[in-house]
């Protein structure tokens, strides 16, 4: 009788196509809910829908100091012939008192005596902000799938909603011994939070597993040794230009990638992998919106890598290509987009329209 002595898993010797990897990231479901603070909560994505309580403002409130009046009561006022009211004085900001409708500007009338002279007619809603204006009750402040934005964090705070529940992958990463290791794992950090990911020590539990040392893959970085020896190592090198440094495999159910600490490897990472793999775990809904304009000359891809592609935006409006697939960091400071060219692409004609997306890096939330 004979024995299959092969491993479990083969030694990977090819380069590993990013769909494989973005299938392998996908895998794991969507991590736990987190209840947070809104302004904790803000590039968070949301679990369930957001929805104001009460209406924003509550009440009635002046936009600016002066009197509180009855609008109909100054029907016909002028400066010949004022209406006399009762002066109610307002501060910006303050609750309208029951039978009040508009605001007169305290500059703009005299009290005497516990009276007002009004010379002009006001309308209902002048000098003020209604009730309700803002938000109404019950809207939806932000959906659930989408990053909780600071402007939606505020509103929640002001409706006085304490908690928000939001999903935050959580990230281990593992940086090496230089200081150019550590200042670039800065930058992956800045980027990852800056997408709603939670950084915690390297040995933590997580959702995903990275690992960033060296200016190249070494043979016994620590993170590929756990996978070879688990047999779980699907890759050592990336079919896309800038990551065929990168390995990829995972240890139980948390996907792990190693890469070296080099700028465009962490760019090219970072927007080609790791927005996906992020969007996944959070349970993000909504895919990010593109701009389409027309290239004013050509791109050129390489054949069977896929290539990212840096954009900028010409004064005529038109997508300026900056740098595919090695990309210097004076194109990173100009870039304004960028588009995935994949393997089978043999780049883009001038004068196409092309579809791509905003692009930072450290990233802003999307």
Excluded: N, Q
Aim: proline share 9%; hydrophobic share 55%; charged share 15%.
């Amino acid at each position: 009788m004979t024995t299959d002595a092969r491993p479990a898993v083969a030694p990977p010797t090819a380069l590993v196509a990013i769909a494989a990897i973005r299938a392998r990231l996908a895998r794991p479901s969507p991590c736990a809910v987190e209840h947070l603070a809104p302004a904790e909560a803000v590039g968070a994505v949301l679990a369930e829908d957001l929805c104001c309580p009460a209406p924003l403002p509550a009440r009635d409130e002046a936009l600016v100091d002066g009197w509180a009046v009855a609008a109909a009561e100054t029907v016909g006022a002028s400066p010949y012939a004022p209406a006399w009211l009762a002066a109610r004085p307002i501060a910006a900001g303050a609750a309208l008192p029951a039978g009040c409708d508009a605001v007169v500007r305290a500059e703009t009338a005299t009290a005497t005596a516990g009276l007002l002279a009004v010379d002009t007619a006001l309308a209902p809603g002048d000098g003020l902000r209604r009730a309700g204006s803002d938000v109404a009750a019950g809207a939806t402040i932000a959906a659930a799938g989408r990053r909780l934005s600071p402007l939606a964090a505020h509103l929640a705070a002001a409706a006085g909603i304490a908690t928000v529940a939001v999903r935050r992958p959580t990230v281990a990463l593992a940086v090496g011994p230089t200081a150019e290791d550590r200042r670039l794992a800065g930058l992956l950090a800045a980027d990852l939070r800056a997408r709603g990911a939670r950084i915690v020590d390297a040995d933590a539990a997580a959702d995903l597993r990275l690992r960033l040392a060296g200016p190249a893959l070494a043979a016994d970085d620590p993170l590929v040794a756990a996978m070879r020896a688990a047999g779980t190592l699907d890759g050592l090198g990336l079919a896309a230009t800038a990551a065929e440094d990168v390995a990829c495999g995972h240890l139980g159910d948390t996907p792990c990638l190693a890469l070296p600490a080099r700028l465009d490897t962490l760019v090219v990472v970072a927007r080609l992998l790791l927005d996906g793999a992020l969007d996944h775990l959070a349970g993000a809904a909504h895919p990010p919106a593109t701009t389409a304009r027309p290239l004013v000359r050509k791109l050129v891809s390489r054949v069977g890598v896929t290539d990212l592609a840096l954009l900028a935006v010409a004064a005529d409006g038109t997508w300026v290509p900056l740098a595919t697939g090695d990309l210097p960091a004076a194109a990173l400071l100009a870039a304004a987009a960028f588009v995935e060219l994949p393997p089978e692409s043999e780049g883009v004609a001038d004068g196409t329209p092309l579809a791509a997306l905003p692009f930072a890096f450290p990233g802003a939330a999307p």
